[in-house]
């Protein structure tokens, strides 16, 4: 019997090749894998299936992961109003550590011998799929043809013709990664530190120029149901908000970065939803959560953020942090109303039962029914005590 490989199958020409050389070369049983993180529709599988048979795999598998893929991760996202550098909110980064533990799990099911992928030596991905593999299942042998041996477009090409397999491999003028928690843009303008993307390298033109409101709820910091309407998960809910905002081209951005490998970065992207989604999650916080609980909850989502970029998913801090996340948001319901503009948002106000700008105790700048302004003078004159000494022993030395 041949051996196993588990191939990560993504039908590009990276990916071509590897399944046929893996098969022709090494003579292995290839068993290819597409995980769905969000990018794909039924007939997209259905194509994906097609290539895979059709280059000889012994079997395809198209593995459905979106409902896994939020709740171990994307949820935590939200919690954390996670953004890479105030910008990025790592729509790549999360979905690559998904699909690596995914096509390790399958990789132990079948028994196989290795697993393979089609990353170049060249990105971050290649990090998070090795490093994936080595902790979930780490007497695998991991292949990597494309980066062990720095193959070239041409010569890709040129082998799958000679092992009976052709097809218009003309290289997009952008590549796009599309994904449940947005959609990443790479091209000639993002391999610059000056040029932005121009308009038409992003997948959602836009089509819709008049406002309109959007009303979105949250129970426990999870979406609930958007313009009233309820959904079984939150994967349908971020779903609908992607339809409804990406026709106003919201949510688009360069994202400048640390790669894993040392160099700085440049990607463009869309993510429309996760904007939206963020953005009315901090603000719902921002009314239900107490100073310090935003600020305990500002500097873990950070670490847990950076951590999942640099590939550390299964560090058990993260864990710890995720505990922290979800105890949280306890009082983290109601409702967020958004207008929607071309390529902006606004963010107009809440409704919460956990509302913590209560108007039974004051209104700031206007009123207030819990304090006099007697209380006040004696809080300054403690507070202010410590800070009175030392600039009276210190003076003008400092």
């Keep these: 019997m041949n051996k196993k490989v588990i191939l990560a199958f993504s039908g590009g020409l990276d990916t071509s090749y590897c399944a046929k050389y893996l098969s022709e070369t090494l003579g292995y049983d290839v068993y290819a894998a597409t995980v769905n993180t969000g990018g794909f529709s039924k007939e997209d599988e259905i194509e994906l299936e097609k290539k895979a048979l059709n280059l000889g795999v012994k079997e395809y598998r198209c593995i459905d992961a979106q409902e896994d893929y939020y709740d171990s991760c ?13 910008t990025y909110p790592l729509s790549v980064s999360a979905e690559r550590t998904i699909q690596a533990q995914e096509i390790a799990k399958y990789a132990l099911e079948i028994g196989a011998d290795a697993i393979a992928h089609g990353s170049t030596g060249a990105g971050n991905d290649q990090v998070r799929f090795d490093l994936i593999f080595q902790v979930m299942c780490p007497t695998i ?16 090409i040129e082998f799958l013709k000679d092992n009976g397999y052709e097809m218009d491999f003309q290289k997009a003028e952008y590549s796009v990664n599309k994904g449940l928690w947005g959609t990443s843009v790479g091209g000639k303008e993002t391999l610059t530190s000056r040029n932005y ?5 992003f997948p959602s033109q836009i089509k819709e120029t008049q406002p309109s409101e959007l009303e979105i709820e949250f129970k426990n910091g999870e979406l609930v149901s958007v313009n009233g309407e309820n959904f079984d998960h939150p994967v349908y809910a971020i779903q609908k908000i992607e339809k409804l905002a990406s026709v106003y081209g919201i ?5 400048v970065g640390d790669t894993i490998v040392g160099i700085k970065g440049r990607v463009g992207f869309e993510a429309a939803a996760a904007s939206v989604i963020i953005k009315a999650h901090h603000l719902l916080e921002k009314h239900t959560l107490s100073k310090y609980q935003q600020m305990m909850k500002s500097q873990l989502s950070d ?13 058990p801090v993260m864990r710890n942090i995720e505990s922290f996340l979800n105890d949280s948001q306890k009082t983290v319901t109601g409702k967020v109303f958004v207008t929607l503009y071309p390529y902006r948002f606004v963010l107009n106000g809440i409704e919460s039962e956990h509302d913590l700008m209560s108007d039974q105790f004051g209104s700031y700048g206007e009123a207030n029914k819990s304090w006099t302004g007697e209380d006040v003078k004696g809080y300054t004159k ?17």
Aim: hydrophobic share 40%; proline share 3%; glycine share 6%.
């Design 197 to 201: 993307l121009p308009e038409d390298a």
């Design 74 to 86: 994307i949820k935590y996202l939200i919690f954390g109003n996670v953004l890479k550098n105030n």
């Design 303 to 315: 670490w847990y953020g950076n951590w999942l970029h640099e590939a550390f998913f299964l560090d």
């Design 382 to 398: 403690i507070v202010s005590n410590s800070l009175n000494i030392y600039h009276q022993i210190n003076g003008e030395k400092v």
């Design 141 to 156: 042998e991991i292949i990597t043809p494309i980066r062990d041996m720095s193959l070239s477009r041409e010569e890709e």
């Design 251 to 255: 949510g688009r951005d360069i994202h």
